[in-house]
């Protein structure tokens, strides 16, 4: 299928809204979350309409046909990255929760007092905290993969890092904040011939590249649902098999088990061992009618239509005399654009471009420690996906124009 | 909308008159909203009644924050440690004369948090205090 801008658009419903009177809604926040396309509503509300049930051992239609779409989405998500076989994906809450379940799993069995994690100052509070409160449990040493002033990793300082024999490099594939593609085949070979697992934070790169992980040699992926058309609720977590199995269970409950004793238990076998109690089965069906979504526009369509609008903005924003843009040139990043302008808060830019229906993101978005580095408090942050235009773009620098006369 | 960036709003924001520093002071207290990175401090002069005799705050933040500050510096000069602890989210919205939505409220009221938390001779600015 080729791609087709305007039909991309009457796929999502959502943005013919009018957010204030006569005016619709310019949604340039899809790093936070993006818009759902309506066979992905469809097929949720379709679930809950003709066949919801709790999954397994149920032997009736409803509980067989829920059992089954739980297991077809898992599926289409293990082909969408490539994954060798369907039991490799973990379903969870989100990539929060995917992270958190290697950490509170696979790290707390393998991990003692003064092992090295690696990380970098670029990432999501999701990939710094769970090591910090694993830190704080186990004494685990954590070093940072630093930023380079145009927003890159620096990899000579990450060579450095791994001659200090790390056990875990934990890093994103895409930057939330900066838009930075990382170089993460290079990062988990580095990785890997220095001994170390990696885990690769897959919430910004899944939805908006091809990622392919038996290419990259991940060893883990997580990502969200619902920043890639998908629910809310639900997100995944690849693992290498040989390490899933090793692993000792996350939560305890109904079905993440083969056996249960009044003293003891014997846990399932992969994906189902880290899957207790009932699931967000509907939201699992959005999942995989979400991945079917962006399969059949294609995922290197999607990215090189993406990479046209963040060109096309980061030409438009630079033009604005008092914006600084954060982050590398167009050709290394996502469509992500975050700036300050002119000493006003980002709160006020955002407040003022939201008159005007403009969704921007406004804040530290979660990644804290890289703000600091650059000496910023916040920033505000417009990010583009599939359905993005170049007219959104001319809104928003109109709507920057704005701001200034407001402000004087 | 159009009512959140009234011009008294951008005037108390771009020439605030009560921004600055009391030394000394009676009660001085400080804290920041880890939302938005947005800080304020709020020092006070107190006389022997119980009386801000003098107020003045500093700090960095949006405009909603720091014209709030300003204005609600001004509004308790003259007011008894009694009737400051009386205040609630009301008077703030009362000073800025508009509405606000959840988020933007919490930048608003930064600065009655900080009032109180010194009042009040707290550790930390809680959101129960201006509830």
Redesign the interface.
């Known amino acids: 299928m080729s791609f087709n801008l305007q039909q991309i658009r009457k796929d999502f419903p959502i943005l013919e809204r009018e957010v204030?009177p006569g005016i619709k809604v310019v949604y340039l926040d899809s790093t936070a979350t993006s818009q759902k396309p309506v066979s992905v509503i469809e097929a949720m509300d379709d679930f809950y309409r003709r066949s919801n049930a709790n999954i397994h051992r149920g032997v009736h239609v409803l509980a067989e046909e829920a059992t089954a779409m739980y297991e077809q989405a898992r599926v289409k998500i293990a082909k969408f990255i490539n994954a060798p076989s369907a039991h490799q994906i973990v379903y969870t809450r989100n990539t929060t929760e995917s992270i958190n379940l290697v950490a509170y799993t696979w790290a707390r069995a393998n991990l003692k007092s003064g092992d090295l994690i690696i990380l970098t100052e670029m990432e999501h509070h999701s990939n710094l905290v769970p090591w910090h409160i694993l830190a704080a449990e186990r004494g685990v040493r954590l070093e940072f993969i630093p930023v380079t002033g145009d927003g890159l990793l620096d990899i000579d300082a990450y060579r450095s890092l791994l001659s200090q024999g790390p056990k875990l490099v934990s890093f994103t594939h895409m930057s939330n904040v900066l838009g930075t593609i990382t170089p993460a085949q290079e990062i988990i070979r580095m990785a890997h011939e220095a001994g170390a697992i990696t885990i690769l934070d897959g919430a910004q790169s899944v939805p908006h590249l091809k990622v392919d992980v038996q290419k990259l040699d991940a060893d883990f992926l997580a990502f969200s649902a619902h920043k890639m058309c998908g629910p809310t609720g639900i997100g995944a977590l690849y693992g290498k098999t040989a390490l899933l199995e090793a692993m000792p269970p996350f939560l305890g409950g109904g079905d993440m088990i083969k056996e249960v004793k009044l003293r003891s238990f014997r846990p399932n076998s992969i994906p189902a061992k880290f899957e207790a109690g009932t699931p967000a089965i509907a939201e699992s069906v959005g999942f995989g009618a979400a991945v079917d979504y962006l399969a059949s526009i294609g995922m290197e369509e999607i990215s090189a239509h993406e990479h046209e609008i963040i060109d096309y903005a980061l030409e438009r924003l630079e033009e604005i005399p008092g914006l600084k843009l954060f982050g590398p040139t167009a050709d290394k990043k996502g469509g992500v654009a975050s700036f300050t302008f002119e000493g006003?808060?980002?709160?006020?830019v955002a407040?003022?471009l939201?008159?005007d229906g403009i969704a921007v993101r406004?804040?530290?978005h979660c990644a804290q420690p890289l703000?600091e580095k650059f000496g910023i408090?916040?920033t505000t942050r417009a990010s583009f996906y599939l359905y993005s235009t170049k007219d959104e773009v001319d809104k928003l620098v109109d709507g920057i124009y704005k701001v200034k006369k407001?402000?004087? | 909308?159009?009512d959140?960036?009234r011009e008294i709003i951008?005037e108390h924001y771009?020439n605030p008159s009560y921004r600055g520093h009391l030394d000394p002071h009676d009660i001085s207290f400080a804290d920041n909203n880890p939302?938005?990175?947005?800080h304020i401090q709020i020092d006070l002069r107190v006389d022997k009644d119980g009386k801000v005799t003098e107020a003045r705050f500093d700090g960095?933040?949006?405009?909603?924050s720091q014209a709030s500050a300003d204005l609600l510096v001004e509004s308790v000069i003259g007011k008894s440690l009694d009737e400051v602890k009386a205040l609630n989210k009301q008077h703030i919205l009362d000073l800025l004369g508009i509405d606000l939505g959840p988020v933007?409220l919490k930048?608003a009221l930064l600065s009655l948090k900080v009032l109180k938390a010194g009042v009040y001779g707290l550790g930390e600015a809680s959101d129960s205090l201006v509830e």
Do not use: E, N, T, W
């Open positions: 204030h006003i808060h980002p709160h006020d407040q003022i939201d008159r406004a804040g530290h703000h408090s916040a407001v402000f004087g | 909308m159009d959140l960036y951008i771009k939302l938005c990175g947005d960095h933040g949006c405009a909603i933007r930048c």
